[in-house]
């Protein structure tokens, strides 16, 4: 389920949603009318649930690090992928900032 605050966040839990999607938390040009998620919003989206929470939106190897100790569990990108002209080298460096980042959260 998308969420943009804590008590979306926390309605679609006790729904039952297992997972959340949360932004934009970059501006994005793949959804232009996507509003942004401060990083403190999601932080206390984080800190409100027990389901994981994964960040979408303007999300790129740049500014990737940014959400670290967020408390999210994983990233969704579109954009950081096919914009490139290596897909697959994007990629991994992509999960590997990830993964680096999640380990520390």
Same mark, same amino acid.
């Given at each position: /389920? %998308?969420?943009? *605050?804590?008590?979306?966040?926390?309605? &679609?839990?006790?729904?039952?949603?297992?997972?959340? !999607?949360?932004?934009?938390?970059?501006?994005?040009?793949?959804?232009?009318?996507?509003?942004? /998620? %401060?990083?403190? *919003?999601?932080?206390?989206?984080?800190? &409100?649930?027990?389901?994981?929470?994964?960040?979408? !939106?303007?999300?790129?190897?740049?500014?990737?690090?940014?959400?670290?100790?967020?408390?999210?569990?994983?990233?969704?990108?579109?954009?950081?992928?096919?914009?490139?002209?290596?897909?697959?080298?994007?990629?991994?460096?992509?999960?590997?900032?990830?993964?680096?980042?999640?380990?520390?959260?």
């Amino acid at each position: /389920v %998308s969420a943009q *605050t804590v008590e979306q966040a926390l309605l &679609a839990q006790s729904m039952g949603a297992d997972y959340l !999607g949360v932004g934009a938390v970059y501006t994005t040009r793949t959804k232009a009318d996507a509003d942004n /998620v %401060s990083m403190d *919003t999601m932080t206390d989206i984080c800190a &409100a649930v027990d389901i994981p929470v994964v960040a979408i !939106g303007g999300i790129t190897k740049e500014n990737l690090s940014w959400l670290s100790g967020t408390g999210i569990a994983g990233i969704s990108v579109v954009s950081a992928i096919f914009a490139t002209e290596d897909i697959k080298g994007t990629t991994q460096e992509l999960l590997t900032i990830t993964r680096e980042m999640i380990h520390d959260c």
